[in-house]
């Protein structure tokens, strides 16, 4: 069973950078697309991009275009979320998600980020 757990998450200021990672606890996530989702109290949860399971292909939301990079390491076990130019509307806890057809979804447990001066 695959375990995601999240970590990167913490206070900035406004124009400041966070790098989050996912990282796999029991497999690889070699099979998985990987997402990044956030939430703030009150709202949805919003999509905010995802990286492919093959080719690693990096798809973003408007939102976080050209401010925000997925990337992952060699060894398929971490996807990062980059995250520059933060402003206080990216304060949010941070969700990673792994979900491929005909496998189970799994969720990390999130971390909050908060963007303040």
């Known amino acids: 069973q695959l375990q995601l757990v999240e970590s990167g998450g913490g206070l900035v200021q406004p124009g400041g950078s966070l790098k989050l990672s996912c990282t796999a606890s029991?497999?690889?996530?070699?099979?998985?697309?990987i997402a990044w989702f956030r939430q703030s109290p009150g709202q949805e949860r919003e999509g905010l991009g995802c990286?492919?399971?093959?080719?690693?292909?990096?798809y973003y939301a408007n939102s976080v275009k050209g401010r925000f990079t997925i990337s992952t390491d060699n060894a398929q076990i971490t996807v990062y979320l980059q995250m520059n130019s933060l402003k206080p509307e990216d304060t949010a806890v941070y969700y990673c998600n792994a979900d491929a057809i005909g496998l189970p979804t799994y969720w990390g447990q999130g971390t909050q980020v908060t963007v303040s001066s």
């Open positions: 029991s497999a690889t996530l070699s099979d998985y697309p």
């Open positions: 990286i492919s399971s093959n080719d690693r292909f990096t």
